[in-house]
């Protein structure tokens, strides 16, 4: 199911396809997390890392697939996360009976630098001005048309290309400084 | 350490764009994977651009999903009590502020005042790729940025452009006497193609000072057919 390629087959709507792994998977994953000693906040918590990481990775084609096969996917990252969490919590002190929890079928090296990986896209993120992100929204997530956009935010096409080009290229150098600060740490 | 070039280009980047989002023609697509098999630095780069296109899509996704629900991640109840604290501080403070200073001519700046919007930016202007960068920050409301690259640009050569929208940046940002001492620069120069907006600007942060009649003397001196100008001279009458 997870293969590494660079065709990628696929041509997801990341809107059409988040809403479906989300509601699928989140109600399921809170009932999951309950029975092994968690709350419905950390189920929510893990739940979006665990979908962001599928995701990147189903962008990036490392994850080929349809879309029953990536609610599979996801469901396999959300264990691994929670198993990881409550590891952790164990080191801290919980004394946890983890004979009960499944043991999920990934990768784990592969997902442990994925999930790195996703904290510095966050921070990329956030770096980024309101406008570039609605740009960058009507673009990618909204698929709007470079006409749609330049009208409803009265610009010229022109500009509305070159901000997405900048407001681009401003998320890839905080991305890679942040990426060579790790790296330097 | 990994070494990737400063920025890419409009066209790398339209290349690449145009490949992730699977915008690309079949032939075309087929000989840029050609070309992604022999190029090593062309497959990082798509794979970099392939995981900001995603968090720009999960920003966009989980921020909708707030909407639709509450913040989705926990904060400490402690931390709530303080930024209940920051808010309650912040709205005295803006009460005390408005207790004291707001007049009938700072209303009036207030319902002609509107940020300048600013010049279009090209996409390819390799001799004004800074001040486009500035332009950008500024359509962006980050005006502390854009002032930054425009008066590093100014110390290179002062233009009536540069000045003009240093001055805004600083208006924008609530300086303004700095701001109108920028503009006073340009009234000096009838000629610049700002000089009705400089003097707009200046007599709107003259009605802010309460310096009503230097504000109607400065609106007297425009020369176009604004209806606005009139408009507010016939308030301040």
């Given at each position: 199911?997870?293969?590494?390629?660079?065709?990628?087959?696929?041509?997801?709507?990341?809107?059409?396809?988040?809403?479906?792994?989300?509601?699928?998977?989140?109600?399921?994953?809170?009932?999951?997390?309950?029975?092994?000693?968690?709350?419905?906040?950390?189920?929510?918590?893990?739940?979006?890392?665990?979908?962001?990481?599928?995701?990147?990775?189903?962008?990036?084609?490392?994850?080929?697939?349809?879309?029953?096969?990536?609610?599979?996917?996801?469901?396999?990252?959300?264990?691994?996360?929670?198993?990881?969490?409550?590891?952790?919590?164990?080191?801290?002190?919980?004394?946890?009976?983890?004979?009960?929890?499944?043991?999920?079928?990934?990768?784990?090296?592969?997902?442990?630098?994925?999930?790195?990986?996703?904290?510095?896209?966050?921070?990329?993120?956030?770096?980024?001005?309101?406008?570039c992100?609605?740009i960058l929204?009507s673009f990618y997530?909204?698929?709007?048309?470079l006409?749609?956009l330049?009208?409803?935010?009265?610009?010229?096409?022109?500009?509305v290309k070159t901000m997405k080009y900048r407001c681009m290229?401003?998320?890839?150098?905080?991305?890679?400084?942040?990426?060579?600060?790790?790296?330097?740490? | 350490?990994?070494?990737?070039?400063?920025?890419?280009?409009?066209?790398?980047f339209?290349?690449?764009d145009?490949?992730?989002?699977?915008?690309?023609?079949?032939?075309?697509?087929?000989?840029?994977?050609?070309?992604?098999?022999?190029?090593?630095?062309?497959?990082?780069?798509?794979?970099?651009?392939?995981?900001?296109?995603?968090?720009?899509?999960?920003?966009?996704?989980?921020?909708?999903?707030?909407?639709?629900?509450?913040?989705?991640?926990?904060?400490?109840?402690?931390?709530?009590?303080?930024?209940?604290?920051?808010?309650?501080?912040?709205?005295?403070?803006?009460?005390?502020?408005?207790?004291?200073?707001?007049?009938?001519?700072?209303?009036?700046?207030?319902?002609?005042?509107?940020?300048?919007?600013?010049?279009?930016?090209?996409?390819?202007?390799?001799?004004?790729?800074?001040?486009?960068?500035?332009?950008?920050?500024?359509?962006?409301?980050?005006?502390?940025?854009?002032?930054?690259?425009?008066?590093?640009?100014?110390?290179?050569?002062?233009?009536?452009?540069?000045?003009?929208?240093?001055?805004?940046?600083?208006?924008?940002?609530?300086?303004?006497?700095?701001?109108?001492?920028?503009?006073?620069?340009?009234?000096?120069?009838?000629?610049?193609?700002?000089?009705?907006?400089?003097?707009?600007?200046?007599?709107?942060?003259?009605?802010?000072?309460?310096?009503?009649?230097?504000?109607?003397?400065?609106?007297?001196?425009?020369?176009?057919?604004?209806?606005?100008?009139?408009?507010?001279?016939?308030?301040?009458?």
């Amino acid at each position: 199911m997870t293969s590494k390629t660079d065709l990628n087959p696929v041509k997801p709507t990341a809107k059409e396809w988040l809403e479906t792994a989300y509601a699928e998977n989140l109600p399921w994953f809170e009932r999951y997390v309950a029975k092994n000693s968690g709350t419905s906040q950390e189920a929510k918590d893990i739940f979006q890392d665990s979908l962001s990481v599928a995701w990147i990775n189903l962008r990036n084609g490392k994850f080929v697939g349809i879309e029953s096969d990536f609610t599979a996917y996801v469901r396999q990252i959300c264990k691994y996360k929670w198993m990881d969490e409550l590891k952790r919590k164990g080191r801290f002190g919980h004394s946890l009976d983890l004979s009960g929890v499944e043991e999920p079928q990934v990768e784990s090296g592969e997902l442990e630098e994925a999930f790195g990986d996703l904290d510095v896209l966050h921070r990329s993120m956030s770096s980024l001005g309101d406008k570039c992100k609605t740009i960058l929204n009507s673009f990618y997530f909204l698929k709007q048309s470079l006409q749609e956009l330049s009208q409803s935010i009265g610009v010229t096409d022109q500009s509305v290309k070159t901000m997405k080009y900048r407001c681009m290229n401003r998320l890839r150098a905080a991305y890679l400084q942040l990426i060579n600060t790790h790296e330097e740490a | 350490m990994k070494k990737h070039k400063p920025e890419l280009s409009p066209e790398e980047f339209d290349e690449i764009d145009r490949y992730v989002s699977d915008d690309m023609p079949e032939q075309e697509a087929v000989d840029f994977r050609r070309e992604m098999e022999t190029n090593p630095s062309l497959r990082e780069e798509v794979a970099i651009q392939q995981k900001l296109m995603a968090a720009t899509e999960l920003d966009s996704f989980f921020k909708s999903k707030e909407i639709q629900q509450g913040s989705s991640r926990s904060i400490p109840l402690w931390k709530y009590g303080i930024a209940a604290s920051l808010a309650l501080i912040a709205v005295v403070l803006v009460w005390l502020s408005l207790g004291r200073g707001i007049g009938e001519d700072e209303d009036l700046f207030s319902a002609y005042y509107y940020p300048d919007p600013g010049l279009p930016v090209p996409m390819s202007s390799t001799d004004s790729y800074e001040f486009d960068d500035g332009m950008v920050s500024y359509k962006e409301e980050a005006y502390a940025e854009a002032e930054a690259v425009w008066t590093e640009l100014r110390r290179l050569g002062d233009t009536d452009t540069l000045v003009f929208y240093v001055a805004m940046a600083k208006l924008n940002r609530g300086q303004a006497a700095e701001s109108s001492v920028l503009l006073d620069q340009i009234r000096l120069q009838p000629e610049s193609e700002f000089y009705e907006k400089a003097l707009w600007y200046t007599a709107l942060i003259q009605l802010k000072e309460g310096k009503l009649e230097e504000a109607k003397a400065t609106l007297l001196e425009m020369r176009g057919d604004d209806p606005r100008t009139q408009e507010l001279l016939d308030k301040l009458r």
